[in-house]
């Protein structure tokens, strides 16, 4: 089911069915696609509104303005090529065709390639009649995909087209370890490529690529065209005990042909920096990049260009996205800056080597070619020599993140511009529109330096990842691996309550009573947040919700904030309390019983603060236990099982501790083993800087799904679940019985065993956890005192 609701609203299932009726979505999913599922890339034709569909072994073309127009051209792997594949050591389901690229040619084709069997092949689809081109035999006519595309559905690649010719970054051998970025069609001879060395490419994740076509009014000084690619790296500038991920940008002039003796073949105009994303608050720096999205802030300027990125950490345990923004001209000026000069020694250090002249790696332009280098093939070997030595500049790209949310993974990300009334004058507004990998939608507005969460929306179940988002005429086209989604976005009138239109305000949105709709702001009005919402929906004076709780159980008390302002909890002096944005996690103490007040700045700092949320926990009576603490069985005896195997750890941890005071232990050698069996408690032997492995010291909470970085709380399952936490209503929904089990899910990246049995060595390591957290390595990539390569 979808369902559309606010920023941390949560209301009663009803209410959600009545918004879900309000929202005007058309979706696609296995039932309307059939056998055609795993789509992995969007084509769109705006002028005929026809979108295309990368998929598995066919490719769909869908009529935007109706769905349910759609035509599917099937691209299949022979058998015999398939069996070759398996006998290589690879599935049965990555040994097909999964089309990974789709691209305009100009002529009236498409240039399709797909992975076939681990053997890259491209193809070409006539738009009128949409099919594939074939042979005077019927087969269908093909070329090599080799440095196209990936060989493998999963290997991370990009590729852009300009000027009918295709750049691409993607692996470059069957084995996935060697990677090229390549000017991959064309003449022959100008088909070129990066240099095999880790100092241009060290085990690159390859994340997105823009074309920079210059216009002839904003380029007096006659700079060529160019392609710039994005992508996260493993650092060699670094000196770290482990691999330090960063986030590159790349660049390459278009009319690089290489060199005549130094680089042939090879790009001698390739240059790369590292993006900074950094909280300068906390000094949290985010490493990891996911997608870029490309977007110029003066229509027809491409000197206003600027790209959109969504970023992780890889030094966090919990689930943390954020968004950075870089404009070219900032990436310009740090290429244009310092090379970058790796240390060959701690002891002995050397002088930078001298720059030099004409500078390596810059592109042509007018007055290049006035000193006689019109091509790349006239460049000196002192200059080609020096960009092959020197491919990474000096200084960084810093932004301060513009968003960051906890407890959600962002997967793909687009931008649109808009302009607001503010007072007398106007502003400009970003919207971005993010997509999780729980199939959610959220739309934010970031207006100067405050950033609102306005709506999410459930498009698709948990289990699909958003990996597409195209916005066409005020409709975001939404895809996942199954589905297809496209559901309206501009303008006020899409917001359907009070709240969300009031956190639309910075979009110049407003609420109209008299008609209960959202409408666009006149020039030059506003009204604050609570005199729009306040109107008999008691904004800031909602009712006590009394919540009835067991002592041991985690209660998730939730805050709706409709302004970018801070919240604060007033909860009792001993309560152990944890945030979740501005929700507020509460563990049931004797405690931490009493009143909890959420309170928010809504309408200044120089006003009092609006009540927002107020809850009264009192203990409960035992007729809940019928319905909360018996959850079978084999819950009971799991349950016990741990407590018997955390007291005998608690047990061996004191004789330790007595025994070694008494001076027991003399040789070392009945300490190790003690380690060795502590060791071998622990749920993972990865490293807890590992992105891939799970929490270092898990708290092991379940989880069945989650919805805005925590719960959903709306729609859960109520059978076979063990009432260990509570997720709570802040829209005044009474806690029923029964509806202690709809609480069982709560946030990030805390799991259950199979049958809901607690992980974890508990509270008994949770000061370990504490001090390995306050780690400086776990908030960035720090710098090494000595730099030295191995290049």
């Known amino acids: ?115 076939f069997a681990f053997d890259p092949q491209c193809a070409f689809i006539n738009i009128s009649s949409f099919s594939l081109e074939k042979l005077e035999d019927g087969n269908v006519k093909m070329e090599t995909g080799k440095g196209k595309c990936p060989f493998e559905p999963r290997q991370h690649y990009t590729a852009v087209m300009a000027g009918g010719i295709l750049y691409t970054a993607a692996t470059s051998n069957f084995l996935g370890t060697m990677y090229d970025i390549s000017r991959a069609t064309g003449i022959e001879q100008e088909r070129i490529r990066t240099e095999q060395s880790i100092s241009w490419l060290s085990d690159p994740e390859f994340v997105s690529s823009a074309f920079i ?125 310092p090379f970058k000069e790796l240390k060959k020694s701690c002891e002995n250090w050397i002088n930078p080597e001298p720059i030099p002249t004409p500078r390596p790696g810059q592109c042509l332009n007018s007055a290049l070619r006035e000193q006689g280098f019109e091509s790349s093939l006239k460049l000196p070997d002192k200059v080609l020599t020096f960009m092959r030595d020197h491919p990474l500049m000096e200084n960084n790209v810093v932004a301060a993140p513009l968003m960051i949310r906890k407890g959600i993974t962002y997967t793909k990300l687009a931008v649109t511009l808009t302009t607001t009334p503010s007072g007398p004058k106007e502003q400009t507004a970003t919207v971005l529109y993010l997509g999780t990998d729980r199939g959610e939608l959220h739309k934010v507005a970031v207006v100067g330096p405050n950033a609102t969460l306005i709506e999410e929306v459930a498009l698709f179940s948990a289990q699909e990842p958003v990996n597409n988002i195209l916005l066409y005429k005020n409709e975001a086209l939404v895809g996942s691996p199954l589905s297809l989604v496209k559901l309206p976005i501009g303008g006020c009138s899409v917001h359907t309550s009070c709240e969300v239109c009031a956190r639309a305000r910075g979009l110049g949105c407003v609420w109209r009573h008299k008609e209960q709709a959202c409408d666009t702001a006149k020039h030059g009005k506003e009204e604050d947040l609570v005199s729009q919402c306040n109107k008999g929906e008691g904004l800031c004076s909602p009712p006590v919700t009394e919540m009835r709780v067991e002592e041991g159980l985690r209660v998730l008390l939730s805050c709706v904030q409709l302004s970018p302002r801070p919240c604060h909890w007033v909860s009792p002096p001993f309560s152990q309390t944890r945030r979740h944005n501005y929700d507020l996690e509460v563990e049931v103490t004797p405690e931490s019983l009493g009143n909890y007040v959420c309170l928010c700045d809504e309408v200044g700092r120089d006003q009092p603060p609006c009540r927002k949320a107020e809850y009264q926990l009192t203990l409960n009576n035992p007729s809940m236990e019928g319905n909360v603490a018996v959850a079978g069985g084999r819950h009971f005896l799991a349950s016990h099982i741990i407590f018997l195997v955390v007291g005998f750890i608690i047990g061996v941890i004191f004789l330790f501790v007595i025994y070694k005071r008494q001076g027991g232990m003399r040789g070392g050698g009945h300490s190790s083993s003690t380690l060795e069996k502590g060791r071998d408690l622990l749920p993972s032997t990865d490293t ?61 990246r805390e799991r259950a065993g199979p049958d809901g049995e607690e ?27 000595c730099e030295e390569s191995s290049i």
């Not at 059939?34 to 005929?48: A, E, I, M, P």
């Not at 729609?715 to 009432?723: D, P, Y």
């Not at 508990?762 to 400086?776: A, R, W």
């Open 1 to 115: 089911m979808n369902t559309i609701h606010g920023t941390y609203e949560h209301s009663t299932i009803q209410e959600h069915k009545t918004k879900k009726q309000e929202v005007d979505m058309s979706k696609l999913g296995s039932r309307e696609f059939g056998s055609v599922y795993n789509f992995s890339t969007f084509l769109l034709d705006r002028s005929s509104g026809i979108l295309y569909l990368g998929a598995r072994d066919a490719v769909v073309a869908v009529d935007t303005a109706n769905l349910s127009k759609r035509k599917t051209i099937e691209w299949n792997v022979a058998e015999e090529k398939r069996k070759s594949c398996v006998a290589k050591g690879k599935t049965e389901g990555d040994c097909r065709n999964y089309v990974r690229l789709l691209e305009f040619l100009g002529d009236g084709r498409i240039y399709a390639c797909g992975t």
């Open 213 to 337: 076509q210059e216009d002839e009014e904003f380029n007096p000084t006659g700079e060529d065209d160019k392609i710039y690619f994005f992508f996260t790296e493993v650092a060699k500038e670094y000196d770290f005990y482990t691999k330090v991920k960063v986030p590159r940008v790349a660049r390459v002039c278009k009319s690089d042909v290489g060199g005549m003796k130094t680089l042939q073949r090879r790009w001698t105009t390739f240059l790369k920096a590292q993006l900074v994303c950094e909280d300068r608050g906390s000094g949290q720096r985010f490493n990891v990049l996911t997608d870029v999205f490309t977007v110029p802030h003066q229509p027809g300027d491409p000197s206003s260009t600027h790209f959109y990125g969504i970023f992780t950490s890889q030094w966090e345990r919990e689930e943390l996205s954020a968004v950075c923004v870089y404009s070219l001209e900032e990436i310009t000026k740090v290429l244009n800056g």
């Open 688 to 748: 807890p800087q590992s992105p891939s492995s799970a929490s270092f010291l898990s708290e092991a909470v379940p989880l069945t799904e989650k919805r805005n970085g925590t719960l959903n709380g709306h729609g859960m399952h109520s059978g076979g679940l063990n009432g260990r936490h509570i997720y709570t209503n802040s829209g005044g929904l009474k806690l029923q019985e029964s509806a202690v089990n709809l609480a069982e899910e709560l946030d990030g």
């Open 759 to 785: 992980e974890g060595l508990g509270d008994v390591l949770s000061e370990m956890e504490e001090e390995f957290s306050k780690l400086p390595c776990l908030r960035g990539a720090p710098l090494a005192l």
